[in-house]
């Protein structure tokens, strides 16, 4: 099994920064990509950014140019550096891990969430 554990959302002020941290144990042989998810209150959960097992990375449009998605194998710690926050960024970031045979997932596990809040 594989579980991951998010940290470093907060309050900050609207053009400020913040990194999130996922610790991930377990299993971690079988992950393929990793990524980041966020839900504002009553809108549905949207994919932020992903990073694959060689390191390519997908952003959210409205994120592309202020976060960046990266991760130490080492320590086995996924990071979402957040620049230039923006109100409409509040919401719980969700830290996911995706398995793959193929094109088929066969495994995906969320973290509990932190809550990231910008004020304007």
């Known amino acids: 099994q594989v579980q991951l554990v998010e940290s470093g959302g907060g309050l900050v002020q609207a053009g400020g920064s913040l990194r999130l941290s996922c610790a991930a144990s377990?299993?971690?042989?079988?992950?393929?990509?990793m990524g980041w998810y966020r839900q504002a209150p009553g809108k549905q959960r949207e994919l932020v950014a992903a990073?694959?097992?060689?390191?390519?990375?997908n952003y959210a449009d409205s994120v592309k140019g202020r976060f960046t998605i990266s991760r130490d194998n080492a320590k086995n710690i996924l990071y979402l550096q957040m620049n230039s926050l923006k109100p409409e960024d509040t919401a719980v970031y969700y830290c996911?891990?995706?398995?793959?045979?193929?094109?088929?997932?066969?495994?995906?596990?969320w973290g509990q969430g932190t809550l990231v809040t910008v004020s304007s």
């Open positions: 377990g299993r971690l042989f079988s992950i393929n990509v």
């Open positions: 990073i694959t097992n060689g390191a390519g990375t």
């Open positions: 996911n891990a995706q398995a793959y045979r193929g094109s088929l997932m066969y495994l995906e596990v």
